[in-house]
């Protein structure tokens, strides 16, 4: 069992999600708190986090947003939060014993059908004002 992480740093290019996922699952092992990770309270702690990195995007505009990028400082707290939603989201899945690559596979199947490409390319759906189709007097 792994007590310690491995300071080598990891990248997206070189790690799996299956890697990701076993480097979470012995986080928790080596501090035996899976008796507190319950599906309720991952699902509780997750949207708690999600919350918390909502908090950085409060009342930006959409231009004040995208500069988190280039500010060091708040894109390295933005990331610190999304990797806690990232880690409980791994956490659940874990513990559901759910495969998130074939989960979320199988959702883009599903979202392609339901949104299709001819169909919705460049609008985010009917109630787009630019809809085609759509008159001006529809709300």
């Keep these: 069992m792994c007590h310690e992480i491995s300071q080598q740093p990891l990248t997206d290019a070189t790690t799996s999600l299956s890697q990701l996922r076993q480097l979470v699952a012995e986080f928790i092992r080596a501090r035996a708190w899976e008796p507190f990770h319950t599906p309720k309270n991952l699902v509780m702690a997750l ?9 950085h ?36 899945a874990n513990r559901l014993e759910i495969d ?20 919705f390319r ?3 759906g009917p109630e ?6 759509r008159t001006s007097t529809e709300h």
């Excluded at 930006?60 to 939603?85: F, G, M, N």
């Excluded at 690559?101 to 169909?119: D, I, T, W």
């Excluded at 787009?128 to 189709?133: A, K, L, S, Y």
């Design 47 to 55: 949207a708690i986090e999600a919350a918390e990195l909502m908090e």
């Design 57 to 92: 995007f409060q009342w930006l505009t959409p231009e004040q947003a995208e500069e988190i990028k280039t500010d060091q400082a708040k894109r390295s707290e933005v990331a610190d939060e999304l990797a806690d939603v990232l880690c409980y989201v791994m956490a659940l």
């Design 100 to 119: 998130l690559s074939a989960v979320v596979h199988a959702k883009m199947l599903k979202n392609a059908r339901k949104y299709p490409v001819e169909q």
């Design 122 to 124: 460049g609008y985010f």
């Design 128 to 133: 787009d004002p630019r809809w085609p189709g």
